[in-house]
């Protein structure tokens, strides 16, 4: 497996050690990892085990695809949905540790809105066994969108809302 660059040693090199205080970037890889850690013990255990072989272990999808007994395309779709799962849930610690907003443009009705807050407040409020028609016409006559199906909301809550824990 390949080793992944750390620093680049031109620029250590030209500017000096004094730039880098490694008890600083050793405490600030520790929470990187720490977060990491916790957001990746929130997948389903068929996301885990997918990581661990494919980011940890290095194998590519068509070994995992034969380990796995499952077709690559599949494993593409679930690599492409995890990365999203965890860039949703790891943006508020970017922007605390790093000061970087994420930002996430997005062809999704509800996200551009600008009473989004409140808009997904009224989205989970809704009861486990009640249908999303009531939702649907309070997103039309409260706030102007215009939606067909329920699908929009549940792909909306499902990739574009972080989970409260």
Same mark, same amino acid.
């Given at each position: ?29 520790? =929470? ?15 996301? =885990? ?37 965890? !860039? ?10 790093? /000061?970087? =907003? ?23 409020? =809704? ?16 706030? /102007? ?12 809550? !499902? ?7």
């Amino acid at each position: 497996m390949p080793r992944r660059v750390v620093h680049h040693n031109w620029v250590y090199q030209s500017i000096g050690p004094a730039v880098w205080d490694q008890n600083q970037i050793s405490e600030r890889r520790e =929470r990187i990892c720490e977060a990491v850690r916790r957001e990746i013990s929130l997948l389903s255990d068929s996301e =885990r085990e997918f990581m661990e072989l494919y980011w940890f272990q290095g194998n590519s999808t068509s070994e995992i695809a034969r380990i796995l007994q499952r077709k690559r395309y599949n494993l593409e779709n679930l690599n492409r949905c995890i990365m999203r799962k965890l !860039k949703n849930r790891l943006a508020e610690f970017v922007e605390e540790e790093f /000061g970087l =907003r994420s930002v996430y443009r997005s062809e999704c009705v509800i996200c551009c809105h600008p009473e989004i807050e409140k808009i997904n407040q009224r989205l989970r409020s =809704r009861g486990t066994h009640e249908t999303y028609r009531r939702l649907i016409r309070l997103l039309r006559t409260d706030y /102007g969108i215009r939606i067909k199906t329920p699908q929009t909301i549940i792909g909306h809550l !499902k990739y574009h809302t972080r989970e409260e824990s």
